[in-house]
């Protein structure tokens, strides 16, 4: 029997009480092996634009139905067939072993027992276009009254022809993403995902169901390798091509390895998406991290990949990203007498490395080197970083300090000193809302041999002899108060480098006789705020005893005495200078969690 539902039936129950009551319940029996199906399609995905299809049920798992269309498997020799159901009961195998509890525990669960009112989930494989691995469709998960092409039922489309491609595990974990998050945050906070989040989760999907463990021929190797072809398109702008999702799912990595799997989760569980979603699930987890932050230290890692650098936070962790990714800078020589200038349109989120190769020799007599760089104020808010790599002393990491979005690097003795100098630009004007079609806002760089008159320092990396950055680079000194254009929150900064956050007003005023009060605080670029590193380590001013803060909410933390030894603090990674003295009322505001034993 063909039907758009599954079979219904009415349980009968009669009660109590006084009087006999008649109470209709409305049950869904499973699907039986052998049922046949018409689904509606997304025509846009379908090889050849068709509406719907007829389908039948050839495989029941634990965690899900499997149907597939019956033009295609008609299609199909007896040997192909054959061939059809090993490759599917593998998939189906591999779903509910590994594919479904990992997803799950990483991002969440689809709706249960959701609109279908079944434990299990429908996956249709069909024939779709060549591109396509898989899709999900939000349009399923109403009732049919409310939408009359709604397939009413958790369901995931999968391409019936890359049944023996050894992504398709990959392929089924990314679309069963899609359907979580489609419940945690649609359906339960009220709020559409940005779509080009929504891929960076799917796309980090395989890697949480370890199919991209083996790393040759999975999904994880296709997209550094697409990447190292491309590695300049905006992370925010989606359009579908082929090379918007290298970056999406190289920054999944990236936010996994730096923050733990369950950022991903603490997503979910807010309601906030896209770039205010990543910062609120790091205030959650106790980082007090801007996404500026977190893209410009990623955009360093693709191309230093050097983990062993600045905690970790300018390389990968996976033993085949940290062998592998190295964005392919736009490459340029400097030989005895160089004049470059680069005209480029830049859209948002969108990094572009130029690497500027030392190729003088010795007869070259314009020894130094400038960098200039000028960007667009019309919807412009530039951030230009630069990696000088010199021959015989450590690299160097740092941030060009823009005026006007304008900035000029000097480079002294460029001749003898530097192998290379890499210059990062990308612009960081939008930060939600993102269409499939982003304006492009342009920039100017050039670079030129010269020779200085008078004495010019080499440019310092963004941290000092101590791996801090200086107050005094940014016109500050230890105690400031600091808050960046745009955003409400306080810091108050240290000599060593260190900022923390005045979580709550009630704690700041606390300290209005010592620190001046609202009218004390500065205000400063993003990128000053964030060449300071937010410290959660706190001490009561009459104790020797340190404390973690853990961030519960908005406004709200806990804290947790570190119970390890001084030594133990220092072998862990723990810095002395990170700490930060607080008074008593402060002290006594926060509840106080169970010890931990480990920084």
Do not use: C
């Amino acid at each position: 029997m063909i039907s758009f539902l599954k079979k219904n039936r009415l349980l009968l129950t009669l009660l109590v009480s006084g009087g006999i009551f008649i109470i209709f319940s409305l049950h869904v029996s499973a699907d039986q092996l052998g049922d046949k199906n018409i689904f509606f399609l997304d025509s846009s995905f379908d090889f050849n634009n068709r509406a719907s299809i007829s389908a039948t049920l050839m495989k029941v798992s634990t965690n899900a139905y499997y149907y597939i269309e019956d033009p295609y498997w008609q299609s199909l020799s007896g040997n192909q067939q054959t061939e059809f159901l090993e490759n599917l009961d593998k998939a189906a195998r591999d779903f509910d072993e590994y594919g479904y509890p990992a997803t799950r525990n990483v991002f969440g669960s689809e709706w249960k027992l959701g609109v279908d009112n079944d434990e299990r989930i429908t996956i249709l494989l069909t024939k779709l276009k060549s591109s396509a691995g898989g899709y999900f469709n939000p349009r399923d998960e109403v009732l049919k009254s409310q939408e009359l092409t709604s397939n009413q039922r958790e369901m995931l489309y999968i391409n019936a022809t890359q049944i023996a491609n050894p992504m398709i595990d990959g392929f089924i974990v990314h679309e069963f993403q899609h359907l979580i998050n489609w419940n945690q945050k649609e359906r339960l906070q009220n709020v559409t995902e940005d779509v080009w989040l929504n891929e960076v989760k799917s796309e980090y999907a395989p890697t949480a169901a370890t199919y991209d463990s083996v790393y040759v021929g999975t999904n994880l190797e296709r997209r550094v390798n697409d990447f190292l072809l491309n590695s300049n398109n905006s992370l925010t702008e989606w359009t579908g091509d082929r090379y918007d999702y290298p970056p999406v799912n190289l920054f999944g990595h990236y936010l996994a390895e730096q923050f733990g799997e369950d950022i991903f989760s603490r997503m979910n569980q807010d309601n906030k998406v896209g770039i205010y979603e990543i910062e609120q699930a790091l205030r959650d987890k106790g980082y007090n991290l801007t996404f500026p932050q977190v893209f410009n230290n990623w955009t360093i890692a693709s191309f230093l990949n050097d983990a062993s650098l600045k905690d970790g936070r300018y390389g990968y962790k996976n033993p085949y990203l940290k062998g592998s990714v190295h964005a392919t800078p736009i490459t340029y020589s400097i030989v005895a007498t160089s004049i470059i200038n680069i005209a480029q349109n830049i859209k948002d989120w969108s990094p572009y490395w130029y690497k500027f190769v030392n190729r003088q020799d010795s007869k070259a007599e314009a020894k130094d080197f400038e960098i200039e760089f000028e960007g667009s104020s019309n919807n412009g808010n530039f951030t230009v970083i630069y990696v000088i790599d010199y021959i015989s002393k450590p690299t160097v990491i740092g941030y060009l300090k823009l005026s006007g979005q304008y900035g000029l690097l000097k480079i002294p003795d460029f001749k003898t000193d530097v192998d290379s100098a890499v210059i990062i630009v990308s612009n960081q004007f939008k930060k939600g809302d993102f269409t499939n079609n982003e304006p492009a806002v342009p920039f100017i760089l050039s670079a030129a041999t010269t020779f200085f008159t008078e004495p010019v320092n080499p440019p310092e990396s963004e941290t000092d002899s101590n791996g801090m950055a200086k107050p005094s680079d940014y016109g500050l000194k230890e105690g400031d108060l600091i808050r960046a254009q745009g955003d409400f929150d306080i810091f108050i900064i240290n000599q060593y480098g260190y900022k923390r956050l005045f979580l709550n007003p009630t704690i700041f005023n606390m300290y209005g006789h010592l620190t001046g009060g609202w009218k004390a605080v500065k205000t400063v670029t993003p990128q000053t705020r964030d060449a300071f590193i937010a410290s959660n380590l706190y001490r009561y001013v009459d104790s020797s005893k340190v404390y973690e803060l853990e961030v519960t909410g908005e406004d709200t933390g806990k804290l947790y005495w570190l119970n390890i030894t001084g030594e133990q603090f220092l072998s862990q990674g723990g810095k002395a200078e990170s700490i930060f003295t607080i008074n008593k009322s402060e002290f006594n505001w926060y509840p106080k969690g169970a010890d931990v034993t480990a920084l």
